[in-house]
């Protein structure tokens, strides 16, 4: 199964580790998106919101060069004419 988490709330790959599901969880995940968004370090970059915020590699399934060309933003046309817009700098109309 693949699992790419994001742990937006206490920060860091240590404290995920010592939580009482963390290493369970963790030893289910492949990449794991680590800190916290600070507005004050926007990157908007690949999947990091913010300068502070690491990607740890859990397993061998990802390698640091496939979260390098992410883009920023994402526009989906549904067949009925709406448009969802995401990503971490999404779009605006």
Same mark, same amino acid.
């Given at each position: 199964? %693949?699992?790419?988490? %994001?742990?937006?709330? =206490?920060?860091?790959?240590?404290?995920?580790?010592?939580?009482?599901?963390?290493?369970?969880?963790?030893?289910?995940? =492949?990449?794991?998106?680590?800190?916290? $968004?600070?507005?004050?370090?926007?990157?908007?970059?690949?999947?990091?919101?913010?300068?502070?915020?690491?990607?740890?590699?859990?397993?061998?399934? $990802?390698?640091?060069? =496939?979260?390098?060309?992410?883009?920023?933003?994402?526009?989906?046309?549904?067949? =009925?004419?709406?448009?969802?817009?995401?990503?971490?700098?999404?779009?605006?109309?």
């Amino acid at each position: 199964m %693949e699992w790419l988490i %994001e742990n937006q709330k =206490d920060g860091t790959l240590l404290v995920l580790r010592r939580m009482p599901l963390g290493p369970a969880i963790l030893g289910r995940t =492949d990449a794991l998106i680590a800190g916290p $968004y600070i507005g004050a370090q926007h990157v908007g970059r690949g999947l990091l919101g913010s300068a502070n915020q690491r990607i740890h590699l859990l397993t061998g399934r $990802y390698r640091a060069s =496939d979260f390098a060309g992410i883009p920023v933003g994402e526009a989906i046309i549904h067949r =009925d004419g709406s448009i969802t817009l995401t990503g971490i700098q999404p779009l605006r109309l």
